[in-house]
């Protein structure tokens, strides 16, 4: 008689420990199951930004080029003009550099511009202060050889120097 109790504890005991290990199961699973779907949430969300940079660089890198190549006809047909030199910082003594306009508003260059202007404020908000210092420097470069202030060479390296610098920031590897 003393020995009766034990079957049903034992099974008692059993099936209690039987549906905490399968309600645990279940918590953890959905547990499981809920962290996946933020971790994939996140790459989606970081896969869909970098694919979105990439657009906006490469418009903006399109537009760059194309307002360089309007710069160029610009200034080998001598179509800009000189700038009011009094309103200039001197230049130093012997400069072979000589002061031009920018472009005359309405000429293919201006258009060019007014878009890669555009275009600078969707590159900012994309690619924060890092990127946007790179795009500045593309518009400033643009601007500065128009004005003669800057040759060829100078526009090239810094489209060449702000090209990396988005490909990088549009293929790094997000945490």
Not at 105 to 110: D, E, I, L, N, R
Request: overall charge neutral.
């Amino acid at each position: 008689m003393t020995w009766e109790w034990l079957g049903p504890v034992t099974t008692a005991v059993v099936g209690v420990v039987g549906v905490a290990g399968t309600v645990l199961t279940a918590h953890l699973g959905r547990r499981h199951q809920l962290d996946a779907v933020r971790t994939q949430g996140a790459i989606s969300v970081a896969v869909a930004l970098a694919a979105e940079k990439r657009l906006v660089y490469a418009r903006f890198l399109q537009l760059a080029r194309a307002a360089f190549g309007e710069a160029g006809l610009l200034v080998d047909g001598g179509a800009a003009e000189l700038m009011d030199e009094a309103s200039l910082p001197p230049l130093p003594a012997g400069s072979k550099i000589k002061y031009t306009g920018r472009y005359r508003m309405g000429t293919p260059f201006a258009a060019a511009m007014s878009e890669l202007n555009k275009c600078y404020d969707e590159v900012m908000i994309m690619g924060g202060d890092e990127i946007g210092s790179q795009a500045t420097a593309v518009i400033s470069a643009l601007s500065g050889y128009v004005s003669g202030m800057q040759n060829v060479w100078d526009v090239n390296r810094v489209l060449g120097s702000a090209a990396t610098a988005m490909h990088e920031d549009a293929t790094r590897a997000r945490a």
